[in-house]
């Protein structure tokens, strides 16, 4: 698994060129972001992937309930970005 997260850019860049990352957002912002994230994953008891994939798969209810809090509030977040 690791071996293939290492080689996989290089396999990826034989077929079509690396895309040029971007970030618009300068480095205060990005600090905010990364600690909104930490005190988002210790208030939801997980990070978005651990409860969408391993706590749904467990059939975990407190998952389900983190899971669909997530997307709903993302989907809040994107329309009030975009409106």
Same mark, same amino acid.
């Given at each position: 698994f690791?071996?293939?997260? *290492?080689? +996989?850019?290089?396999v990826y860049q034989v077929f079509t060129p690396l895309?040029?990352?971007q970030i618009a957002a300068?480095?205060?912002?990005?600090?905010v972001a990364g600690l909104l994230v930490?005190?988002?994953t210790? *208030?939801? +008891?997980?990070?978005?992937?651990g409860h969408g994939v391993c706590g749904l798969s467990r059939l975990s209810?407190?998952?389900l309930v983190a899971t669909l809090t997530f997307?709903?509030?993302?989907?809040v977040?994107?329309?009030l970005s975009r409106h």
């Open positions: 690791v071996i293939g997260l *290492l080689l +996989s850019p290089f895309p040029e990352i300068g480095l205060p912002v990005l600090i930490g005190f988002g210790r *208030l939801g +008891s997980g990070c978005t992937s209810l407190r998952s997307m709903l509030v993302a989907m977040v994107v329309w």
